[in-house]
């Protein structure tokens, strides 16, 4: 089993940053993938990051390419987003995800097996 905390989100505006983090403890050896998603009231969760799990790729979705960066600190199996030039449409709950099979669409919520209980971020205009 693998546990996934997510810690760093808040209240922000327009323009402002925020650093989300996911700490992960368990059997993390298993792991392939690590992901960010979000999801706001009445939406479907949504692909934010990716990035495997050595940290030598990473991939986004297009909405944030440029503003947000994910990376990973190997020695505290923790994964992290930055999230500069925030907008209003950033708000929603933010989700860590963990993949132990790889070989999947990043983007997809269905190929992740663990879940965090998710941060929130709000962006006020």
């Known amino acids: 089993q693998v546990q996934l905390v997510e810690s760093g989100g808040g209240l922000v505006q327009t323009g402002g940053s925020l650093r989300l983090s996911c700490a992960a403890s368990g059997r993390t050896s298993s792991l392939v993938t690590m992901g960010w998603f979000r999801q706001a009231p009445g939406k479907e969760r949504e692909f934010v990051a990716g990035?495997?799990?050595?940290?030598?790729?990473?991939y986004y979705a297009n909405s944030v390419k440029g503003r947000f960066t994910i990376s990973k600190d190997n020695a505290k199996n923790t994964v992290s987003l930055q999230m500069n030039s925030l907008k209003p449409e950033d708000t929603a709950h933010y989700y860590c995800?963990?993949?132990?099979?790889?070989?999947?669409?990043?983007?997809?919520?269905?190929?992740?097996?663990?879940w965090g209980q998710g941060t929130q971020v709000t962006v006020s205009s």
């Open positions: 990035i495997n799990w050595i940290g030598s790729r990473t």
């Open positions: 995800g963990a993949d132990r099979d790889g070989g999947r669409p990043v983007d997809s919520p269905y190929i992740y097996d663990y």
